[in-house]
């Protein structure tokens, strides 16, 4: 075992995530108008979260500096850094109908891609979906987005039909996707 008096105390970013709160609106929205900006529509937090049957959650990090905070990095755990609602870098939604999760809202901010937001996003809601005792989650994903179809695809996602021409600004297939939970 490394002695912990001897770990530099640089400070570390932590991603994390938790239920989406009124006050993320604001950032989720400019992360929504940045990745899609041609889009005409947007999504509607505060109604999302007044449902009953929808399911929002956002990526946020932040920096932990000291000794307690990087032992608890290590674990993935119970990290006693202060949330700050700004630091949001992410979030994926679904609407639970009857046994399953449609996931209809998923972005990471672009300059946060590739650090593993995604992974853990998607992670959380099937966590989300088996304590609801869901049975499948669903998706469509744009036939050419090759990085959503990756991540879906690693976590055992399958592709179960196509809906021509689904997409109407900049025409393309959607790609139905699906994973049952047992
Ligand atoms: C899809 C998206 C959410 C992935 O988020 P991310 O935080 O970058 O993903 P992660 O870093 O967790 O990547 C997990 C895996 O996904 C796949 N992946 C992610 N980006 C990829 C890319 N650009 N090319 C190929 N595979 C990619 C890889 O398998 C990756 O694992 P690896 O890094 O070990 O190779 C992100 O690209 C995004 O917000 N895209 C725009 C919005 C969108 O298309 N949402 C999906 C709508 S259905």
């Not at 400019?30 to 399911?55: G, L, V, Y």
């Not at 990526?59 to 000291?66: L, M």
């Not at 809601?125 to 987005?145: D, G, P, Q, W, Y």
Request: glycine letters at 4%; proline letters at 3%.
């Amino acid at each position: 075992m490394p002695n912990p008096t001897k770990i530099p105390k640089t400070p570390l970013t932590v991603n994390r995530v938790r239920n989406f709160n009124i006050s993320d609106q604001g950032a989720c929205l400019n992360i929504q108008r940045n990745t899609f900006p041609s889009s005409q529509s947007c999504t509607d937090f505060a109604r999302e979260i007044r449902k009953s049957n929808s399911i929002y959650l956002v990526a946020y990090f932040e920096h932990c500096s000291d000794q307690i905070d990087r032992t608890i990095k290590l674990n993935d755990y119970l990290c006693q850094c202060k949330t700050n609602t700004n630091n949001v870098s992410g979030f994926i939604g679904g609407w639970n109908v009857a046994d399953e999760i449609q996931i209809v809202d998923f972005i990471v901010e672009e300059q946060f891609h590739r650090r593993g937001i995604g992974r853990l996003l998607l992670t959380s809601l099937i966590e989300v979906a088996c304590s609801v005792k869901s049975k499948l989650i669903t998706l469509e994903v744009r036939a050419s987005n090759k990085p959503a179809i990756n991540l879906y695809s690693r976590f055992g996602f399958e592709i179960c039909g196509r809906r021509k021409n689904y997409y109407v600004n900049k025409t393309e297939d959607a790609l139905l996707m699906n994973l049952e939970i047992n």
